[in-house]
């Protein structure tokens, strides 16, 4: 009986995190948008700093109000949410 319990609680849990469907990039923007409606980013600098992207390690790349945007570095994910707009002007 407890197997069967445990079994069945398991079984629920993963099921649970199996209907998770959000990209990483969605989680890390904090949106919930379907990638398949997704603005491409057209540039290779960040948008932030300018800097050619790859130059200071693998871009980052979030999805910001259905914009894909890649930065250079963590620091300009905090900067890029301070003033997203500011930012955005550049597209």
Do not use: W
């Not at 407890?2 to 904090?30: N, R």
């Not at 200071?56 to 109000?65: F, K, L, S």
């Not at 894909?68 to 620091?75: I, L, S, T």
Request: a positive charge; proline letters at 5%.
């Amino acid at each position: 009986m407890k197997t069967t319990m445990i079994l069945a609680a398991a079984s629920a849990f993963f099921l649970g995190l199996a209907s998770c469907s959000s990209t990483s990039a969605d989680v890390q923007a904090g949106h919930n948008t379907p990638t398949t409606s997704v603005k491409p980013y057209s540039s290779d600098k960040c948008i932030v700093t300018d800097n050619k992207l790859g130059s200071m390690g693998d871009p980052i790349t979030i999805v910001h109000e259905g914009q894909e945007v890649k930065f250079c570095c963590k620091p300009c994910i905090a900067k890029f949410h301070d003033n997203p707009r500011k930012y955005l002007a550049k597209l």
